[in-house]
């Protein structure tokens, strides 16, 4: 684990220098001043993770017998430019080419979770953008194909096409034998995580995934379905207090890790605001999550690891993992919007015993537009260039001048080595 822990307090003073104004939309139409960062580039002196995993047969209960990974990565944000670039003919989509890139790094990981901002259109309805969307339902299985375990769904937007959005998107998951949480389409539904069970070494590890938001832009809450959306705090029906106590009842059903993706804070801004860093203390110390994956922001906010956790041992938290991918354009919010990280963090797993969470570390990705909408890992195109990249060294660097500085408050440098699978299967139930 990092030597290093952030607290409340630590940020209550960063945050009383810093004014930052919540945004409950996605704003479209609001320029914004270029970023004036000092140049930066990906940093070389970095540290590698291992991914030889030693033979269980001669491990001890308490010694480790692999090394997994999670990852995540920001926010999926399907603007028209997004699914009509991926448009094969009529009305079928293929998304795959987008993640070519970065696939390596998605199904490389041992689980991955991807943050899906926006419902499915219900069949026999148009696709649709901002402000109110619903993406084509060929996104869930190109997903998959690219490595996808399954997705939360949490967040502002998930209630843009209404109840039987959130129906037509939980069953299009289901169909492609995904995992997802955060929409539910019936109450005993709303009452359970999503559970992925990851065979590796003879053991199962059992990961609770977990998906909330305090965000609802200004749509209500159904009072026919209130638990049809996981909102928490003053805009829906749940605290808190509510995640923890899935999360501990996700731990009495045998998961050895809770995972929460959380849909907070506010537009724009590159550091965490009093919202989020109260809601994850209070995770931090409840003991019962071992990780957060933070989105909404649209833009990098660092990782850093808190206080408390499980046995004490601390949590990590990616406070925001900005956007993987949107059709948001420079014009209008500058480069930082063409730029997110991939979250992974790292499990240690005993032969016996409980896995620990030891590191969650980021990388960044750009995304090529305007261009294909291709997705990049940044530091390996700036150090090799591909073939067909629509990006030159100066878009590279504005891109690395507006997100290496932010990450440089982060608890752990970034990782530049991709995952590599240890586990035998993943399989999501509930």
């Known amino acids: 684990m990092s030597t290093r822990t952030m607290t409340v307090a630590a940020f209550a003073a960063t945050l009383l220098l810093t004014s930052c104004s919540t945004v409950l939309a996605d704003s479209e139409d609001a320029p914004e001043s270029p970023e004036t960062a000092p140049a930066q580039t990906a940093s070389e002196d970095l540290t590698e ?70 419902p499915i259109a219900p069949e026999g309805t148009a696709y649709s953008g901002y402000p109110m969307f619903g993406a084509p339902a060929d996104l869930v299985p190109s997903l998959k194909e690219v490595g996808w375990d399954g997705c939360n769904t949490a967040t502002n937007h998930t209630m843009d096409r209404g ?24 109450e005993a539904e709303s009452e359970q995580a999503q559970f992925y069970d990851l065979d590796v070494e003879g053991r199962t590890v059992t990961v609770a995934h977990i998906s909330a938001t305090t965000l609802t832009n200004g749509i209500p809450i159904r009072a026919e379905q209130p638990w049809s959306w996981f909102v ?29 993706s959380m849909h907070w804070g506010t537009e724009y801004v590159s550091e965490p605001i009093e919202e989020q860093v109260t809601i994850a203390q209070e995770l931090a110390d409840s003991g019962q999550v071992d990780l957060i994956y933070g989105n909404h922001s649209h833009v990098p906010e660092p990782v850093v690891e808190l206080d408390g956790g499980p046995r004490g041992e601390g949590m990590w938290v990616a ?9 948001q354009t420079i014009a209008n919010h500058g480069y930082r919007v063409t730029t ?13 015993g409980p896995a620990t969470v030891t590191a969650l570390d980021w990388t960044a990705v750009t995304q090529d537009a305007p261009g294909g909408n291709r997705l990049y890992v940044l530091n390996e195109v700036m150090a090799n260039p591909l073939a067909g990249l629509t990006l030159g060294a100066t878009e590279l660097q504005a891109r690395a001048d507006v997100t290496y500085p932010v990450m440089e408050a ?19 139930r509930r």
């Open 49 to 118: 993770e291992s991914t030889n995993a030693p033979d269980a047969t001669d491990s001890a209960p308490g010694e480790p017998i692999a090394e997994l990974t999670i990852v995540s990565g920001g926010d999926v944000l399907l603007h028209p430019s997004i699914y009509e670039s991926a448009r094969v003919a009529g009305d079928e989509f293929d998304f795959t080419y987008q993640y070519e890139h970065i696939k390596h790094w998605i199904d490389g990981a041992d689980l991955a979770l991807c943050s899906l901002e926006v």
């Open 163 to 186: 109840f039987d959005g959130i129906v037509r998107t939980n069953t299009v998951f289901e169909q492609n034998g995904m995992g997802f949480h955060g929409g539910a389409r019936t």
């Open 232 to 260: 928490i705090g003053e805009l829906g029906p749940y605290e808190t207090s509510d995640v923890i106590d899935m999360a501990a009842s996700a731990r009495e059903q045998g998961a050895d890790l809770v995972v929460v």
């Open 319 to 327: 406070w925001s993992m900005g956007n993987l991918i949107s059709g």
């Open 340 to 352: 997110g990280y991939l979250g992974t963090a790292t499990v240690e797993v005993p032969a016996e």
């Open 410 to 428: 982060s608890d752990r440098p970034e990782r530049t080595a991709p995952p590599v699978r240890q586990v035998e299967s993943v399989t999501p």
